[in-house]
């Protein structure tokens, strides 16, 4: 989830103080991709290790005089302050550039390096059970918010118990729940400690073995390879894959690795070199905050319940506006499925029966068969990737992904990208499942800061003229998705991708409201829409920008590449779901048994639970239209003979009620300036939307 990564030589490197410099600063730049909202680095200078980190991206980060100090400090000390021309000590850095799972980056203990029981470490992923581990183990006790913390507090106390830091390593994985890779450095010991249990870790070492680099991708290492100083120092990098439940202990002196497997077998304990005197942990203050650079404002976690007082304020929305279903209630619905009289271009037989159900074109799966046969034609032996898996830490991409690798045997790399609004809950699930199977997983972030600022003015325009049609903006953000799983496919060098689009879940009626009618001869993707459509849409979202000027602020270019990534650039990837049918039995049974799926605490469904966006939309269109997405996704289930008319409305009925919690977390994140009760006043000031004929219905079959 973070981006973890370090840099050590000893006194035979042929590494500069320049060259050294300059190699951990690239390394900070090439692994900000995977967290900007906050950044830190530990660095051993002779008798004490500095540790130094802020709210920073790692960009602003590495501008601050404190950084600067730091690395003169460290550098200094292993080539002396003449600098001489090689190092005459040895030096070691480790990194960190995050993005915030658990804890709140405004506390500076939570921020990476952690420091705690003489450890200091770095942690890339989510330990899914840190709250339980805590009473587990009374004689560690916590300090910190952040789920680090219980890795190096439990690498301390079993270290003690065992005297063997390879078996404290063990007994740590085996507690620890969730993708965890972690770099460590000791107060009292010469080593650096590497461990992951789902792979994302790459070490490089030059011909001599007195240099090494890691990082959380291979891609990170092979760009650095072709840094002139770096191949200057290090000729021709051996870049290895820690695989998933491995671990190294680094002899930092020596330069020598000693490998182990997490699960109990592989090599014995190294001879750990000890010092007569520890060595101080320095926390450094946080560095000063100049020029252009900002403090990233904190993220909420759906994980985390609203304190009293948002409590008593929900309650309060929830007494003044009570789930209500007499508006939806009193619609006319098709007498075969559940869609209702406001749905964009619907119209009925004299049976009762709508044109949606008329023109269905039932899905025919191509058969597991085939896609075991096209796995087999990527499958690679080498124990390299074959296939990159898009996730977005919901139900159907995570059985995908189980699918993947369980039922047809590839090699995955799972990808997500990240762009403010994945919760934290979709972020723990896919820790989950990624630990479990060993996956490694490449999380591409976003600057969140500024992708909410984009929300946020996004959702003010649209409370200035609350259209339906232009309710998807909220979500433009997301749509770079594509645009970096290619950069991904290219980086790992593989041909295959793989997306989990639930056929079942199309939700056409959201450029419906915008007058553009579905396409539905391709059952095989999502939203691909004609030519003439696809320019239809954009000149609805022109004209609306030019009826409500509030639209055309700093977001536009984010949402002008958002659309064309949508819309115009290759989307060619193989649907898991085009060649088995979708079964909620199946899917959600799977992901709750085998890897202990975690459910929000507000909503009855499996479904949109891990997008941010979901519960605010949702109550917009249940409130003006009598329906949401629910209506449409059981009445496809309807069509495809999985469920009964009374069964879907029996659970639309549960699952369209309204989640307040969830909409004061998303107005919270994008610092929206207005509460759950103020924004449900100018919703349900819209007036409620009657049938119209906006377009010829016969059009749903072109």
């Not at 090439?30 to 500095?50: H, P, Q």
Request: hydrophobic share 40%; net charge neutral.
């Amino acid at each position: 989830m973070c981006g973890i990564f370090g840099f050590a030589i000893n006194k035979r490197s042929q590494f500069t103080a320049d060259g050294a410099r300059k190699t951990i600063s690239e390394l900070f730049h090439l692994s900000e991709s995977r967290g900007k909202e906050a950044a830190g680095v530990s660095a051993i200078e002779g008798d004490k290790i500095e540790v130094l980190k802020s709210a920073l991206s790692a960009t602003d980060f590495l501008k601050t005089a404190e950084y600067q100090g730091l690395l003169n400090r460290a550098t200094s000390g292993a080539f002396g302050t003449a600098m001489t021309a090689t190092p005459i000590n040895p030096l070691t850095v480790v990194g960190h550039s995050r993005l915030v799972t658990t804890g709140s980056q405004d506390l500076h203990c939570n921020n990476q390096p952690v420091i705690a029981s003489g450890l200091v470490g770095v942690h890339n992923g989510i330990v899914v059970n840190h709250e339980q581990i805590w009473p587990r183990f009374p004689a560690i006790k916590r300090e910190f918010e952040v789920d680090t913390e219980v890795i190096l507090r439990l690498l301390a106390l079993f270290r003690d118990q065992s005297g063997s830091l390879i078996e404290a390593t063990r007994k740590t994985f085996e507690v620890i729940e969730g993708a965890t890779t972690v770099a460590v450095l000791f107060a009292d010991l010469d080593v650096l400690l590497l461990a992951t249990n789902n792979g994302s870790l790459y070490q490089g070492f030059d011909e001599s073995g007195s240099s090494m680099v890691f990082a959380s991708e291979r891609y990170i290492l092979e760009t650095l390879a072709g840094k002139p100083d770096v191949s200057a120092a290090m000729g021709a990098i051996r870049i290895s894959h820690l695989k998933p439940r491995m671990a190294c202990i680094l002899n930092l002196a020596e330069m020598s690795p000693t490998y182990f497997q997490l699960d109990g077998k592989g090599s014995g304990e190294p001879l750990l070199k000890g010092f007569t005197k520890r060595r101080d942990i320095v926390d450094l203050p946080e560095p000063e905050v100049r020029g252009s650079a900002q403090k990233h404002l904190a993220g909420v976690g759906l994980s985390t319940r609203p304190d009293q007082q948002t409590q008593d304020h929900l309650r309060r929305v929830a007494d003044k506006y009570p789930y209500d279903t007499s508006f939806a209630d009193s619609l006319r619905r098709c007498t075969k499925c559940i869609l209702p009289e406001t749905m964009p271009f619907i119209e009925f037989d004299t049976e009762g029966v709508c044109n949606y159900c008329q023109n269905y074109i039932p899905i025919i799966d191509l058969g597991r068969d085939a896609l075991l046969e096209l796995a087999g034609q990527y499958r690679r032996t080498d124990g390299r990737p074959d296939c990159v898996v898009g996730i977005s830490g919901g139900r159907d991409s995570l059985y995908g992904l189980h699918y993947v690798k369980q039922v047809l045997g590839l090699n995955p790399v799972a990808y997500t990208y990240d762009w403010g609004m994945v919760t934290d809950l979709a972020r723990r699930n896919s820790s989950r499942i990624c630990g479990k199977l060993g996956i490694e997983h490449i999380l591409v972030s976003a600057d969140i800061s500024k992708k909410r600022s984009f929300i946020r003015k996004n959702v003010q325009a649209w409370l200035k003229r609350p259209v339906l049609g232009t309710i998807p903006l909220f979500m433009a953000g997301d749509k770079q998705y594509f645009y970096y799983l290619l950069q991904v496919k290219k980086q790992l060098g593989v041909d295959l991708t793989f997306l989990c689009e639930n056929m079942l879940e199309r939700t056409d009626f959201k450029t419906g409201y915008a007058n553009v009618t579905p396409f539905n001869k391709n059952r095989h993707y999502f939203n691909k829409l004609t030519f003439m459509r696809k320019v239809k849409l954009g000149w609805y979202y022109a004209r609306e920008a030019m009826l409500n000027p509030a639209y055309l602020n700093d977001s536009l270019l984010d949402s002008l590449f958002a659309y064309s990534c949508f819309y115009i650039i290759d989307r060619s990837y193989v649907n898991v779901y085009n060649y088995f049918p979708w079964t909620e039995e199946e899917v959600v049974g799977t992901i709750i048994r085998d890897y202990g799926f975690e459910l929000a605490p507000d909503c009855p469904s499996t479904w949109r639970i891990g997008d941010g966006t979901a519960a605010f939309y949702n109550y917009i269109y249940h409130t003006v239209t009598g329906f949401t997405e629910h209506d449409t996704f059981r009445s496809n289930q309807i069509r495809e003979g999985q469920m009964t008319r009374d069964e879907a409305l029996r659970l639309v009925r549960l699952e369209n009620e309204p989640r307040f919690e969830a909409m004061d977390w998303y107005f919270k994140v994008i610092n929206l300036g207005l509460d759950v009760e103020q924004v449900a006043d100018i919703i349900h000031r819209i007036p409620k939307r009657l049938r119209k004929n906006e377009a010829n219905p016969r059009a749903l079959s072109a």
